[in-house]
């Protein structure tokens, strides 16, 4: 695990403490990277939500393209 010094901004420590329902400054912050992580994997897969076609359809598009 990488240890570093940042500023990081009290009242939105303590927001995203309340929200995700951690108590220290590492938990906290380790916890809010994964969030943002887990969000922009989410995102992906509302791209593929959006596909119309079968599996196999949408396949022969990329191929095609």
């Known amino acids: 695990m990488?240890?570093?010094t940042v500023d990081?901004?009290?009242l939105a420590l303590d927001a995203a403490r309340?929200?995700?329902g951690t108590?220290?400054?590492s938990e906290t912050v380790n916890a809010?990277?994964?969030d943002a992580a887990r969000r922009r994997t989410?995102?992906?897969f509302d791209v593929i939500r959006?596909?119309?076609g079968t599996p196999q359809e949408?396949?022969?598009g990329r191929e095609r393209d």
Request: charged share 40%; net charge negative; aromatic share 0%.
């Open 2 to 4: 990488t240890r570093t």
């Open 8 to 10: 990081v901004d009290d």
């Open 18 to 20: 309340r929200e995700l």
């Open 23 to 25: 108590e220290g400054l």
């Open 32 to 34: 809010a990277l994964r």
């Open 42 to 44: 989410l995102k992906g």
């Open 50 to 52: 959006d596909v119309d």
């Open 58 to 60: 949408v396949a022969a």
